[in-house]
């Protein structure tokens, strides 16, 4: 080879190297940019989005909605990033003969690491390893789902709402989103993703559990997909265990009402909630296979790191158990999806709705093991920055705290009150529809945020309902708790409905939400929020009737667009 021809070969070398290394450049997270050390906000997810979006055409981007505008801080878009093989966006678009897994980042705005985890996994899907998968899974991603949260490091959104509560009577605009995304693309798998406080157990998730959710689901999430995600985390030395909560022993908290726990009572220990509030249950109710992921956590900088990596790899452990099941998880939703049709439309005796549950023991299982973390008596204060000899001072900033694993050794704890069952405590049989008065847009509303089909009646007409005379009430202690006592005696009445008047059918997608959200005695319904006023006094109809058989009423759909 002469000279010349050693030189352009040189030349193409060279200019080959560099064009390699230009395509695989890896875009950064805005957290790996800034190497974790500060949590990233809204204009960095948008600037990460923009140039990942233009890279990679598997990715589309849609604004979904807007947070409120505040005194402290502007209303924010709110993003859904949609990941297909196909580099579609519209929900119609969708190739269904795959599943759709939706991931929501960050209600809680100070549990940081989920979103931080879900832009890293938005980037492996687009542009990295994970991009394969999409073959088999289309993923829908909300990343930051409480930007103003997130600004500020606080749980709550821009107007005080925990999102998480917030799923009943969908008040925020999140949530309003989320519910809105849901209906449109109609995702199999739903994955919440937060944090919780620091554990042994480095990632948790926890599957759906009110009893109106076909139990399939609950035992399919347990014993395949969650078994499935522990081993693949075992593999990346990470601890798992399904999601627990711990509370005082006959509390429940979960509705969200401000209620103090007595503090020195015994505890007690549980599966995640049954209310439908939440972004894992408010989703299963429509038979999908929900999920909640919480991420152990200090919540501080120091650790955001570790953490957003436990994050990613429980996110990645579902996303490749559905990639690796994918016509098995899709027949069992779309079944469950169908046989709800068939069972609102058949309304049999022994398949009610259940309004009210309790969490019991289980006599095969008395007590659970768990492993935790104890802190060990350490003489360690901290590590010296600085060097220091006998009789210098010593300064507050001359230490840095000591984060080493001897402060903290693992030990096994026994928990004797394990409540692992839910057991129903008031069930009904499935109606045929609601009428709700025509001067309550307000609950209309609701309904129709949830993505429920509401129809109003052109002209008056009569019909039998059944209404609910009052005998006795308590009313709660709090907002967002059910009366403390409601006794009702279901009466048949034949009642002029007026034009206007609301009429929602049962038999729709919705078939186990809508008892739960418009029964006066329901533990998860909207008489449960103050500002409703659906409470009855003493003596009065409830003013939301139940009918039982179907009926002919001149209807036509409210607000279908
Ligand atoms: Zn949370």
């Not at 859904?80 to 119609?92: D, I, K, P, S």
């Not at 705290?401 to 409540?419: I, M």
Request: charged share 30%.
């Amino acid at each position: 080879m002469n000279s010349r021809k050693k030189a352009i070969l040189l030349i193409l070398g060279a200019w080959l190297l560099t064009s390699l290394s230009l395509a695989a450049e890896v875009i950064k997270t805005p957290a790996e940019e800034t190497r974790y050390t500060r949590y990233s906000q809204h204009e960095e997810v948008t600037r990460f989005l923009s140039v990942l979006s233009a890279r990679n055409p598997v990715l589309k981007v849609r604004i979904a909605g807007k947070t409120r505008d505040v005194e402290n801080y502007p209303g924010r878009d709110l993003f859904l990033c949609v990941l297909t093989e196909e580099g579609v966006l519209e929900a119609t678009a969708l190739n269904r003969d795959k599943p759709t897994l939706l991931f929501i980042a960050s209600q809680h705005g100070n549990e940081q690491s989920g979103k931080e985890a879900a832009l890293r996994l938005i980037r492996d899907l687009a542009a990295g390893e994970l991009r394969p998968v999409l073959k088999k899974v289309n993923v829908l991603v909300i990343p930051q789902a409480n930007p103003y949260g997130n600004y500020f490091d606080i749980r709550q959104n821009e107007t005080g709402l925990d999102l998480n509560r917030d799923h009943v009577k969908l008040e925020g605009e999140s949530t309003k989103i989320i519910h809105r995304i849901f209906s449109l693309y109609q995702p199999e798998i739903t994955m919440d993703i937060h944090e919780k406080g620091d554990d042994y157990y480095r990632v948790s998730v926890g599957c759906v559990s009110n009893l109106n959710i076909h139990r399939s689901l609950q035992d399919y999430s347990r014993n395949m997909i969650m078994k499935e995600i522990e081993k693949k985390l075992a593999r990346k030395k990470i601890t798992f265990h399904e999601y627990l909560v711990s509370e005082v022993l006959g509390m429940d908290t979960s509705s969200g009402a401000r209620v103090v726990q007595e503090e020195n009572r015994e505890m007690m220990l549980r599966f995640s909630t049954t209310d439908l509030n939440d972004g894992r249950n408010s989703l299963g109710i429509y038979e999908t296979l929900a999920f909640i992921q919480e991420g152990a956590s200090r919540h501080d900088l120091a650790s955001l790191e570790a953490r957003t990596g436990w994050q990613y790899e429980g996110l990645r452990a579902l996303l490749e158990v559905v990639a690796e099941h994918p016509e098995e998880m899709l027949r069992l939703v779309k079944k469950l999806r169908a046989d709800l049709l068939t069972r609102a439309r058949q309304r049999s005796g022994d398949d009610p709705v259940h309004l009210k549950m309790a969490y019991v023991r289980d006599p095969n299982q008395p007590q659970l093991e768990l492993k935790a973390f104890e802190s060990t008596s350490s003489n360690i204060r901290g590590i010296l920055k600085v060097d220091k000899k006998a009789g210098d001072y010593l300064l507050a900033d001359d230490i840095a705290p000591y984060q080493g694993p001897s402060r903290l050794k693992v030990v096994t704890r026994v928990e004797k009150n394990w409540f692992p069952l839910v057991e129903s405590r008031l069930a009904i049989r499935r109606p045929s529809g609601y009428i709700i008065p025509a001067d309550r847009t307000d609950l209309a509303e609701v309904l129709v945020q949830h993505g429920i089909r509401l129809q109003i009646l052109e002209k008056a007409a009569q019909v039998e309902v059944t209404g609910y005379k009052t005998i006795e009430v308590v009313p709660a202690r709090a907002d967002y708790l059910a009366p403390e006592k409601l006794e009702v005696q279901p009466e048949k009445l034949k009642i002029p409905l007026k034009r206007g008047d609301f009429y929602v059918s049962c038999q729709q997608p919705a078939a186990n939400l809508i008892p739960c959200l418009l029964e006066p005695q329901s533990e998860y319904g909207l008489i449960r929020y103050f500002g409703f006023k659906l409470v009855p006094e003493a003596g009065d109809y409830f003013s939301i009737y139940r009918i039982e058989e179907p009926v002919t009423l001149p209807l036509v759909d409210y607000k279908s667009w």
